[in-house]
Structures are given as C-alpha cells and as structure tokens.
C-alpha cells in the first residue's frame, strides 16, 4: 500500500504551466509565510522573505489560487491557464482580530522542522457522534487508543509513538490542561467539548516549547470555537449500539454591533458501555463571549463537564476472554466514579505596533469529585480503626463502601509576545505561571461492622501544592532564499510540596524542588515549490508523577527524565498527491518504568532505567486516485527498546523476590507497527462514502518482551456513510451513519499484568480491555 504511495510521490506531473508572484499588505510591503494554494489539489507553496512565490508544473484550464495569512483576509483569484502566469496578490488586515493569534506561539507551522498534523473542526464532525476526543484523532499517525467500556465513551486514553496520557502535553487555548499531580489527561471530564472546537494540532515528539507539563511523546494544542461572525443555531442528535445516545443544543449571535458575540453549547450524552455495566451519564455546557476591534478582542470561556461512569477498571481476566469478553468483575451497584470539573479562561490579545501583538490569559479550573467503591474484608487497620470486639469475639475484618475524594484548585496564566517582522525574522517570548493545590481524602460512608465509627470518617487527608513556571523564546530566521532557521529554548521551574514518607517510615510534608533547560534548534530547506527537507534537535525534561513522590522517600525517590529527540523529514507535494516522511530517534535517560521493584516503602513504584529508546519513520501520504476519490493514509514503523531491564518477581514460596536481567526488550505498550486510512468516495454532490481502517501491531504488556504477556496485534474496519443538503430553511442538515468493526475483530486495546513465583514457577495474571465488536452510531445535524 504504501509502495504505491511512494510511487506516486515521484511520478513527474507532466504540467505544462507556472504562476509566479508576489504578495505584499495594503501599505505595499511584502508579506513573507503566506501559503499559496491551488484549490481543490495538494498543490502549494509559500511566499518567501521578500515575498514572492512559484509554483510550477500546472496543467492548463482554469485554476484557483487562494493566498492566506494568520491576521490577514483570504483572497482567491480564478485563473485560466493558457501560459506561464504572473500575479500580484494584495492582503489586507482582517477587519477584527482573530482567535487563532493566542495558540501561534505555542504551534508548530511550516517552517518548525518537526512532525505534526492539523486537524479541522471538518475533520472532527464527521466523527463526533458522542465519543471521546481520544477516538476521534484514532485515524492520525502514530495514534492508539482505548476505552475502558469498550465503546468510546467515558474513560478514554490515547498513546502517541507508544506514550501514554500523562507524557502528552494537552493544552486548551495554549492553557495548561493535565493534571498538575498525576499527569494524566481526563477527555472524559470535558464530554462533547469536540463540538466547541474549531482546530487541534497534534505535535509528535518533544514539539515545540509550549505550557504545562513537558511533552514526552506528543503535544495535543486544542483550540475552541473561533469567531463566527454571523448569527446560527444547531442541533446535533446521534444514537447507537449499547445505548449510546447524544444530544447538543448550539447557538450564537455572530458579531453584534461589529464587536460583541456570544456562543453557548449544551449537551448531554449517555451510554450503557460494551462491558457490562460500564454505563456512562455525561453533561456539558460551553459559553463564550467575546469582544473584537480590529487591533484586539477579549474572550470570557467558562464551561464544565460533569460525569457519572460505573467503573470498568479492573478489565477482564485473561481465561474469560473467551466465554464472556463483556465481564465485570464490580456489581455493587453504586461502584462509581463522580466528578465535576469547571473551567474559566480570560483570553486577550492586542496588537502593540506592526510588527508586535501581546496576548495574556488567564484560568482557573476547580475540580470536585470521588468514585465509590464497595470492599469485601478489608481489615480495620488499613483505616486506622480498632477492632470491633463483641463478646469474646475480636472483628478484625469488616466489608465497607468507601469514597476516595479529589477536591482542586488550579489557577495562573499564560503570555506571549509575537514578533513578526515581515522579512526575515519572526519571534516569540512567552511562558506562564500555575498552581495546583490539591485536596485528597477518603471517607468511610458505610461498614458491615461499624464499631466506634461516625459516617464519613475521614481515614486519610492529604494537601499537595504544586506551583509551575516556565518562560521560553523562540525565533524563525530566513538564512537564505531556499534556508530557514529556528532556535527554541525553556526554561521551567517546579515546585512541590507533598505528603510523603520520611526515612523512618513516617508520613510528613515534604518538598520537591527541579530546574529544567529545554533547547530546541532546527532547519528546514526549500528544494523547490513542492518540496522541502527538514531536521531539528529538541531536549525535554518531566518530573516524576504523584505516586513516585508519595510512595517514596527522599533517598529512593526516582530522578526526573531527560528525552533528546532527534527529527527528520521530507515532504512534497503535486496537484494529485501529497507525501511526508518522517524520521525519529527519541533518546530517553532515566525513563520511568514499572519493573515489580519494591522500594523502601514497600510500594512497587516506577524506577528509572538509564537508557531507552524510540527510533522510527512515519510515512503520510494523500491522492486524488480519480476526481470523487481520494486516499489518505499513514503508517509508522518502529523500534522502541529498553537497553538494560531488570525485572523484579514475589516470590511466594519464599515470602522474598527474584530478580531477572533482560538487553533489548521492548518497552510495554509501544506496537512497531500502527497503520491509518481513510479511503473516501463522493459518488455524488453532498455524499461521501468511506472505508476507515486502523492496523496495531503487537504490544507487551511489560518491559520482558515476553510472549505470555501481551496484546495481540488487530485490524479493523469501519463504514462511514455522510449524506449532506442545504434547504430553503436550514443551512445544513447532515445524516451520518458510522459502522464500527464491520468483521467484528475480536481484539483488545489495553491491559495488564502482574508475575510472580508461585510453586517454583512463574505465573502471569493478565487482565485486558476488550473492545467492542461490530456496532453502529447514527446521527443528523441541524444547522439555522
């Protein structure tokens, strides 16, 4: 398959034609970075600093050409080509400023020499019938995702080149979004927030500096809805297997007196889940207001997401697989997870002189929330409760219902100060300040023997304070006509205070203090009009998460991670195809993994390995295969090893633990092959047909590359069915039907496992997520 893309790659185009041209602002002077488009192709180019451009090898007939720039109004010229062609296109300023300046510090554009995808609000709707945020960018490169409930709702994770949520940076309007503590994204706290999105970038290693915790795999830059300008309303309504079901309400007022406009979503989603009971209820609202003049706007975001998911945690055990893969091993009826999370940005953006624009933000997010769980036997001393004695009967044991609460505060702010110069230099200077104070506590709501108990006694309560700063600058340099340059470094500060053990095995406040210099430096070479090479070196640094803190003490608390990663890439693109290749080598020092090592605490922590990993190409490429039909498609090969592995196995025979020494094993969870494509069909004017496939290859479930423990490799398949009309009395009305798994692939996206020693050999308790078999999704949406 992708032999014939790469074939197509280089066929000669046989055009005939060129345009040539420049493009300059009202005042007359050049504007270089505008790309230059041909519509309805691949084909495209950019101006360079004295602002002109070429493109060659065009076939003759008419053309469109779209010239575009952040900040300035699109302009489209009809051209019929029946000669070479030169032009002089004139941007003007956008009348009202746009959104999209507060995210341009923090993306990676054309000349950031390192891989990333774009991806539309367009792209998002053809998918977002009710599922997460995580199963909607599925089909992009290197992506892999799961679903505790096997069917897309609730709890989701993503894992970009083998990293898992907590090593992918998310940030929502270049606000900081994972969690301060354990480091993880939560998509399942922010239900149907994809339809108050107008565009996310997914940076593929360690990206470009931007805010919060530092990228280990990827960055997710989520932007949301950017100004419309004219008043609407909408409805989306969607259902499907396993109860799903959406609802969302959207309306706005476009732009009020040439300055003022307001948004508003609601919605409300729910779902039975595939594995039984893993039922999800989930609510949302999106208001936004704003205020825009032509230099500046001021944008109020609030919104909030509350869910209710039964829990489906513990997944399946492996000898189930079989007879019953929608197995829960959780039936007291109220095992929930229940939280709420609120969300306040303060955006702002104003253009100083020309050449500078300031943007400053700021956020806070509160968070309130706990899961219930029910547990048989468990002892009173895990409580810090006596006994219950009754008669000359000692209880030792009793079963209880438990919540486990969170209760957050995280607040700050985010600033930059963009530079364009309009030649040869555009820059950045920018960083942000955050805290998180974090409240964790337990309560006992109930006990089969309650002895001298109160309901609600809190067994635990934990404070932690974390405060998070980092300022970074960065510069893109036009060395020459065909070279660019850019150079990009951080610095970030942490600061952590925690309750933690001591040397004797006490609980006590304790602080963490790091330091870390991320520099990045890249270069990006013009070969012509339709392709360019690249190459960038970037550092990253992360700290270690909540429980390699809490569960340690200060002389066996693990080191942070250093990642130097190393990026290369071509890219060209004609009028029928579209190709890129990228190649990486992530070099990890100090990479933290499980490896079954009790520390002095006796919790099985993360260690650090000293070196590891990632090395791999990811190909992407796009055809015109006939004028309704197209392809995309993406695939990454790869390697991702640990050098040295030690694993650590209970012994049980002997109450101690065994050792094990590995070379060259793969790291868990990072398949060497992951594929995409989307093959798309327009029959007819507003119909599109499409053939969705996604290949996973292998994955370990740990570090021993042990064939016992692992995920087998699937591939699946989905029919996406979208008919489109515009009425007399709608903009738009869309039907969508989405036919999940189509040949019912048996496969399972995550798991676990757990080896030990018992009667002198090694056993493996596996545990597994299985995912939904074939399945449907069906929706219309209503747009006045």
Known sequence: MLVAFLW???????????????????EGGTVPGAAVTVEGTYQGTFTDATGTFRLTNLKPGPVSLRVSLLGFEAQTQTLDLTQNTTVSVTLRKAAIAVDEVVVSATRANQKSAIAYTDVSRQYLDKLNLGQDIPQLLNFTPSIVTTSDAGAGVGYTGIRIRGSDATRVN?????????????????????????SSVSSVQIQRGVGTSTNGAGAFGASVNIQTNKLETKPYAETNLSAGSFGTRKVNVLAGTGLLNNHFTLDARLSTIHSDGYIDRAFSNLKSFYISGGYYTDKSFVRLNVFSGQEQTYQAWNGVPESLLQTNRTYNSFTYDNQTDNYQQDNYQLISSHELSKNWRANLSFFYTKGRGYYEEYRANDEFSN??????VIGDSTIRQTDIVRRLWLDNNFYGTVFSFDYNGFGKLTANIGGGWNQYKGEHYGEIIWARFAGNTNIRDRYYNDDATKTDFNLYAKAFYQLSRSLNGFVDAQVRTIDYSFLGFNSQLQNVQQTANLVFFNPKAGLTYTLNDRSTVYGSVGVGHREPNRNDYTQSTPASRPKAEQLIDYEAGYKI???????????????????????????????????NVPTSY?????????????KPLRWNVNATFSQNKIKNFTEYLD?????????????????????NVIAGSQLLFTPAKGLELGLLSKYVGKQYLDNTSNESRKLDPYFTNDI?????LKPKFAQEITFTLLLNNVLNELYESNGYTYAYISEGRVVADNGYYPQAGRNFLAGVKLRF
């Open 8 to 26: 197509l790659a280089i066929l000669p185009a046989w055009a005939q034609f060129s345009i040539s041209g420049t493009v300059s602002d009202a």
């Open 170 to 194: 998310v940030t929502l309007n270049g606000i900081p979004y994972n969690d301060a503590e354990s480091q993880g994204t939560f998509f399942v706290n922010m239900p149907d927030f994809a």
């Open 383 to 388: 409580y810090g409760l006596p006994n219950v």
């Open 573 to 607: 693109q004609t009028a029928n195809v579209a190709f890129t290749a990228n190649a990486y080598y992530m070099n990890y020092r100090n990479q933290l993994v499980l490896s079954g090592q009790l520390n002095d605490v006796g919790a099985a922590n993360r260690v």
């Open 614 to 626: 990632r090395a791999g190409i990811e190909l992407e490429a796009g055809a015109r295969l006939a």
């Open 651 to 671: 012994n049980f025979d002997n109450g101690q633990q065994e050792s094990r020494q590995y070379r060259e094993t793969d790291i868990s969870f990072s398949p």
């Open 720 to 724: 996406r069915v979208i008919y489109s």
